[in-house]
């Protein structure tokens, strides 16, 4: 019976991106809001594991859609949307950032003045 316990919910890979889309343009709110002298470590890695997430359900959701589809492997659709994930993976946490609005972002380090 446990895999009947979330039926009906509603929530579906796509609310979970949109969920994990809104706890992330929060964080970059309070990220660009900061003063740059104020950031700290902490805040950074938090930042960064958000997006994280993010990027792992953005993953799911169009693996997902793959799996439920009737697409033969063969055709071009299919592997558009393969090569879609691979770009994602490719892409990262960095570039979901900065599509994401945060202000001088720099990979790894914390931004200085």
């Given at each position: ?8 919910t ?63 492997q ?13 770009q ?26």
């Amino acid at each position: 019976m446990a895999q009947w316990l979330n039926m009906f919910t509603g929530n579906t890979h796509g609310s979970l991106v949109r969920d994990r889309a809104d706890l992330v343009s929060r964080a970059v709110e309070t990220w660009n809001a900061t003063d740059v002298d104020n950031r700290t470590l902490a805040m950074r890695k938090k930042l960064v594991r958000l997006a994280d997430n993010l990027l792992a359900a953005m993953i799911k959701e169009k693996k997902a859609f793959l799996d439920g589809t009737l697409l033969d492997q063969r055709s071009e659709d299919y592997k558009k949307k393969i090569q879609e994930i691979e770009q994602l993976r490719f892409a990262g946490v960095d570039s979901l950032l900065r599509k994401m609005g945060v202000a001088n972002w720099k990979p790894d380090t914390i931004d200085e003045p």
